[in-house]
């Protein structure tokens, strides 16, 4: 997915800890934790439970005040701001959760206006607001319903349109599609790409799915026992991840080569520039040799194939470096692996 970086990150997390005491001791939810998100991006933040990334992401808005560190939101740091001024920051950093969180005793538009009542706008001015709002989810025809009557998917339409009604410049998104099926999904992420491009919003995703940061995120950071991994573009991070942590969600059925066949082998990484089915299908035609595919991991990310192939090369050696040629001539990475590999 083609982003262009802002020269000046709108978040940023400077040595973040968070110890949580209790009777039995103290837990260290996180450790150390220093991350830029930049403006106008849509960032990955993905760990296993209980690797801290839902304190992480509460620490952005201090609904979870760091034991240590700074935070600091658009060039201001949060934890040096009175409870009024940090009410203040807070509306400019809309939240929607797994729950949805919505006032079941409210209409859809009344979910939507509450925040615009707490902030003091005019009625006349909120409800226009409100609806305008409904209509940019796509619900501008259920303004009068409950949540009770509505679906799953249209419960977090009405929880993203009532983030937006105080017009934020960031929205975190914590395990936001984690209650919903896949189709319910990609329908909600669409929605988040929509906003994103149509009003500049920086957008956090918090999840423990690959499939969302594939998805939808520019860059993603890998969170492993309450510390950050790895950070990069998600297509950098499919495509040649460097860290155990990484790879364990990158391939989480551990896939691996136990044996290779035959004496040459080779591993191609594809970094979205190609295809992987038509240029295989090209070298067995151009170069007349039979391959064997020993291992394949191979994802679609915003129309582009990443991952990564291991082939069994013919034994006849002029022809396996005539096939290696012809790879490489796609302006593909390919290395020659050995038996011993994994």
């Given at each position: 997915?083609?982003?262009?970086?802002a020269?000046?990150?709108?978040?940023?997390?400077?040595?973040?800890?968070?110890?949580?005491?209790?009777?039995?001791?103290?837990?260290?939810a996180?450790?150390?934790?220093?991350?830029?998100?930049?403006?106008?991006?849509?960032?990955?933040?993905?760990?296993?439970?209980g690797?801290?990334?839902?304190?992480?992401?509460?620490?952005?808005?201090?609904?979870?005040?760091?034991?240590?560190?700074?935070?600091?939101?658009?060039?201001?740091?949060?934890?040096?701001?009175?409870?009024?001024?940090?009410?203040?920051?807070?509306?400019?950093?809309?939240?929607?959760?797994?729950?949805?969180?919505?006032?079941?005793?409210?209409?859809?538009?009344?979910?939507?206006?509450?925040?615009?009542?707490?902030a003091?706008?005019?009625?006349?001015?909120?409800?226009?607001?409100?609806?305008?709002?409904?209509s940019?989810?796509?619900?501008?025809d259920?303004?009068?319903?409950?949540?009770?009557q509505?679906?799953?998917?249209?419960?977090?339409?009405?929880?993203?349109?009532?983030?937006?009604?105080?017009?934020?410049?960031?929205?975190?998104?914590?395990?936001?599609?984690?209650?919903?099926?896949?189709?319910?999904?990609?329908?909600?992420?669409?929605?988040?790409?929509d906003?994103?491009?149509?009003?500049?919003?920086?957008?956090?995703?918090?999840?423990?799915?690959?499939?969302?940061?594939?998805?939808?995120?520019?860059?993603?950071?890998?969170?492993?026992?309450?510390?950050?991994?790895?950070?990069?573009?998600?297509?950098?991070?499919?495509s040649?991840?460097?860290?155990?942590?990484?790879?364990?969600?990158?391939?989480?059925?551990?896939?691996?080569?136990?044996?290779?066949?035959?004496?040459?082998?080779?591993?191609?990484?594809?970094?979205?520039?190609?295809?992987?089915?038509?240029?295989?299908?090209g070298?067995?035609?151009?170069?007349?040799?039979?391959?064997?595919?020993?291992?394949?991991?191979?994802?679609?990310?915003?129309?582009?194939a990443?991952?990564?192939?291991?082939?069994?090369?013919?034994?006849?050696?002029?022809?396996?470096?005539?096939?290696?040629?012809?790879?490489?001539?796609?302006?593909?990475?390919?290395?020659?692996?050995?038996r011993?590999?994994?």
């Open positions: 997915m083609e982003f262009r970086y020269e000046k990150p709108i978040i940023q997390l400077i040595n973040l800890s968070k110890v949580y005491t209790s009777s039995s001791g103290d837990v260290q996180l450790n150390d934790i220093s991350l830029d998100i930049m403006k106008g991006e849509i960032f990955g933040i993905i760990g296993s439970s690797a801290g990334k839902s304190t992480l992401v509460r620490t952005i808005n201090l609904l979870e005040r760091p034991t240590e560190g700074t935070v600091l939101v658009d060039g201001q740091d949060l934890m040096a701001l009175s409870e009024q001024g940090l009410r203040h920051a807070r509306q400019e950093t809309g939240m929607i959760f797994q729950q949805f969180n919505l006032l079941m005793q409210r209409t859809t538009l009344g979910n939507v206006l509450f925040p615009l009542e707490i003091g706008m005019p009625r006349a001015e909120a409800k226009a607001r409100a609806k305008e709002l409904l940019l989810v796509g619900l501008e259920k303004a009068k319903a409950y949540p009770a509505l679906s799953g998917g249209q419960k977090q339409r009405v929880a993203i349109a009532r983030a937006l009604a105080t017009n934020p410049k960031v929205l975190l998104c914590d395990e936001a599609t984690s209650a919903l099926d896949p189709t319910t999904t990609r329908s909600i992420l669409a929605l988040l790409r906003i994103n491009r149509r009003l500049g919003i920086t957008i956090v995703i918090i999840t423990h799915e690959m499939s969302v940061i594939e998805e939808i995120c520019h860059r993603v950071a890998i969170i492993d026992q309450s510390r950050i991994a790895e950070v990069g573009r998600v297509e950098d991070i499919f040649n991840p460097s860290t155990d942590a990484a790879r364990r969600l990158v391939y989480p059925d551990g896939k691996q080569i136990d044996s290779f066949i035959g004496t040459r082998c080779c591993r191609i990484v594809f970094d979205g520039s190609s295809s992987y089915d038509p240029v295989i299908a070298m067995i035609l151009e170069c007349k040799a039979t391959v064997n595919i020993l291992y394949a991991d191979m994802k679609d990310i915003d129309g582009k990443f991952g990564q192939l291991i082939l069994q090369l013919p034994e006849d050696r002029t022809l396996a470096d005539k096939c290696i040629g012809y790879l490489r001539s796609y302006g593909l990475s390919v290395e020659e692996v050995s011993d590999v994994v």
